[in-house]
C-alpha cells in the first residue's frame, strides 16, 4: 500500500513540475521509458533479478540554467521479493537537479579551452523500496560542473553527497558521512542506419563511514547507458519514439564491499521511450 501511495504521489508531482516547467522553458525534453532486464542484483544474493521499469524523465532550459526531473518506478519479478511475500518487490526512484549556468547569470560566456560552461548544480535523490531491507533514502548533492564544448551533450561535476536511509534488516536508519562524488552525463547523436543516441550517466561516490551493520564503506562506481535508435522517424514522426539497448554497470553497489554477493552488477537491458 505504502509504495502504491508514494508512487502516486510522486508521479503526479513530477507531472505538475513537468508543466510548469514547459511553460517557462527555454528548451525541453519529457519521455516515458520502459527497460527490461534480466541480469540485475541486489546485495546479498548472487541470484539474478527481473526487473521492469517504467521511467517518467523531463529536462528543461530555462533562463539561468537547466532543470531535471525524473521517476524510476521498478518492479522485481523474482529474486528480490516484496518482505514477508512471494511477490516481487516494488520501488520508487525520484531524482531532481537544477543547475544554474554562471554564463547564463552573469550575461557573459563562460567558454574557454575545452570548456562550454560552468555551473552549479544542487538537488536530491528519494527512494522508497517494499523489500525486507525496506529502503527509505535521501540523498542531497551539490557542488560545481563543467559543460565540455563537444558536438553533443558531455559534463562532470565534483559534487558534495550526504545520504541518510533506512535498514529494517538492522533495525536502525543510518546518518552516513558525507562523500566525494564524480558524476558525467553525456549525450550523442550519430547515424546507425537509422538517427541514433548514445546517452547515459556515469557516477563514482566516494567512502560514506559506516553502514547500518557498523561495517567500513566502499567506494561506489555506478554507470548506466542506452544506445536508441529513433524509430520513429522511419515512420515520418522523428525524436518521438526510440527503443534500443541498455547496459548498467555498477561495482560495490550500495557501498558494500565487494565481499559481499551480489554487488557487483553487469546488466544488459532492453529500452524504449516515447518523447512527447
Given at each position: 500500500m505504502r509504495i502504491r501511495i508514494v508512487s502516486k504521489l510522486a508521479t503526479c508531482a513530477v507531472l505538475s513540475a513537468c508543466a510548469a516547467g514547459a511553460g517557462a522553458a527555454e528548451w525541453s525534453d519529457a519521455f516515458i521509458g520502459y527497460t527490461y532486464g534480466t541480469k540485475f542484483k541486489e546485495p546479498g544474493s548472487d541470484a539474478d533479478v527481473k526487473k521492469q521499469v517504467a521511467t517518467l524523465q523531463y529536462v528543461g532550459g530555462y533562463k539561468y540554467g537547466v532543470n531535471f526531473f525524473a521517476v524510476?518506478?521498478?518492479a522485481s519479478e523474482e529474486?528480490?521479493?516484496?518482505n514477508n511475500s512471494d511477490r516481487g518487490a516494488h520501488e520508487v526512484y525520484v531524482t531532481y537537479s537544477n543547475t544554474v549556468s554562471f554564463g547564463k547569470v552573469s550575461g557573459k560566456p563562460m567558454k574557454f579551452g575545452p570548456i562550454r560552461d560552468v555551473g552549479f548544480q544542487f538537488g536530491f535523490d528519494f527512494n522508497s523500496k517494499n523489500d525486507a531491507f525496506g529502503?527509505?533514502?535521501t540523498k542531497y548533492i551539490a557542488g560545481p560542473k563543467v559543460e565540455f564544448d563537444v558536438p553533443g551533450l558531455l559534463t562532470?561535476?565534483?559534487?558534495?553527497?550526504?545520504e541518510n536511509n533506512n535498514n529494517s534488516l538492522a533495525g536502525t536508519h543510518v546518518?552516513?558521512?558525507?562523500?566525494?562524488?564524480?558524476?558525467?552525463?553525456w549525450s550523442f547523436d550519430f547515424n546507425a542506419g537509422l538517427p541514433a543516441v548514445f546517452k547515459g550517466w556515469g557516477t563514482w561516490t566516494g567512502e560514506k563511514g559506516k553502514d547500518?551493520?557498523?561495517g567500513d564503506t566502499a567506494a561506489e562506481t555506478w554507470t548506466e547507458m542506452g544506445l536508441l535508435w529513433d524509430v520513429g522517424s522511419a515512420a515520418g514522426t522523428p525524436k518521438t519514439f526510440y527503443a534500443g539497448l541498455g547496459y548498467q554497470y555498477i561495482k560495490n553497489k550500495f557501498g558494500n564491499q565487494p565481499s559481499?554477493?551480489?554487488?557487483k552488477v553487469s546488466a544488459p537491458?532492453?529500452?524504449?521511450?516515447?518523447h512527447f
Amino acid at each position: 500500500m505504502r509504495i502504491r501511495i508514494v508512487s502516486k504521489l510522486a508521479t503526479c508531482a513530477v507531472l505538475s513540475a513537468c508543466a510548469a516547467g514547459a511553460g517557462a522553458a527555454e528548451w525541453s525534453d519529457a519521455f516515458i521509458g520502459y527497460t527490461y532486464g534480466t541480469k540485475f542484483k541486489e546485495p546479498g544474493s548472487d541470484a539474478d533479478v527481473k526487473k521492469q521499469v517504467a521511467t517518467l524523465q523531463y529536462v528543461g532550459g530555462y533562463k539561468y540554467g537547466v532543470n531535471f526531473f525524473a521517476v524510476d518506478m521498478l518492479a522485481s519479478e523474482e529474486n528480490n521479493n516484496a518482505n514477508n511475500s512471494d511477490r516481487g518487490a516494488h520501488e520508487v526512484y525520484v531524482t531532481y537537479s537544477n543547475t544554474v549556468s554562471f554564463g547564463k547569470v552573469s550575461g557573459k560566456p563562460m567558454k574557454f579551452g575545452p570548456i562550454r560552461d560552468v555551473g552549479f548544480q544542487f538537488g536530491f535523490d528519494f527512494n522508497s523500496k517494499n523489500d525486507a531491507f525496506g529502503a527509505g533514502l535521501t540523498k542531497y548533492i551539490a557542488g560545481p560542473k563543467v559543460e565540455f564544448d563537444v558536438p553533443g551533450l558531455l559534463t562532470l561535476g565534483l559534487l558534495y553527497y550526504k545520504e541518510n536511509n533506512n535498514n529494517s534488516l538492522a533495525g536502525t536508519h543510518v546518518n552516513f558521512d558525507a562523500a566525494p562524488r564524480l558524476a558525467a552525463v553525456w549525450s550523442f547523436d550519430f547515424n546507425a542506419g537509422l538517427p541514433a543516441v548514445f546517452k547515459g550517466w556515469g557516477t563514482w561516490t566516494g567512502e560514506k563511514g559506516k553502514d547500518g551493520f557498523g561495517g567500513d564503506t566502499a567506494a561506489e562506481t555506478w554507470t548506466e547507458m542506452g544506445l536508441l535508435w529513433d524509430v520513429g522517424s522511419a515512420a515520418g514522426t522523428p525524436k518521438t519514439f526510440y527503443a534500443g539497448l541498455g547496459y548498467q554497470y555498477i561495482k560495490n553497489k550500495f557501498g558494500n564491499q565487494p565481499s559481499l554477493a551480489g554487488t557487483k552488477v553487469s546488466a544488459p537491458s532492453l529500452k524504449a521511450e516515447y518523447h512527447f
